[in-house]
């Protein structure tokens, strides 16, 4: 049974930054490409990040520069690192493999900045 776990998220204030973790049991995780996904209230989900096994990563553009996507395989998990948080990165965040599977959706983190 897959299972992924995020964390990290909270409440802080435009410019401050975060680290979301999450945990994935039920993969084969090393071989797995791994994607960080938020959806906002009233939006559709979305791809923030994505890291291949060999580490490749790729951003969507309004992140770029900003988040940092990462990996330990060691630990089953990936992280994301946002810096220089705005108040249109309020969303819940998710992680998942991509493309992304219906059935593996956790729970989510909140991230929520604001002034």
């Known amino acids: 049974q897959v299972q992924l776990v995020e964390s990290g998220g909270g409440l802080v204030q435009p410019g401050e930054s975060l680290r979301l973790s999450c945990a994935a049991s039920g993969i084969i995780f090393r071989i797995a490409t791994l994607g960080w996904y938020r959806q906002a209230p009233g939006k559709q989900r979305e791809l923030v990040a994505r890291i291949s096994s060999g580490s490749s990563t790729a951003y969507a553009e309004f992140v770029k520069g900003r988040f940092t996507i990462s990996r330990d395989n060691a630990k089953n998990t990936v992280y994301l690192q946002m810096n220089s948080l705005k108040p249109e990165d309020t969303a819940v965040y998710y992680c998942?493999?991509?493309?992304?599977?219906?059935?593996?959706w956790g729970q989510g983190t909140q991230v929520t900045v604001s002034s």
């Open positions: 998942n493999v991509f493309p992304p599977i219906g059935g593996y």
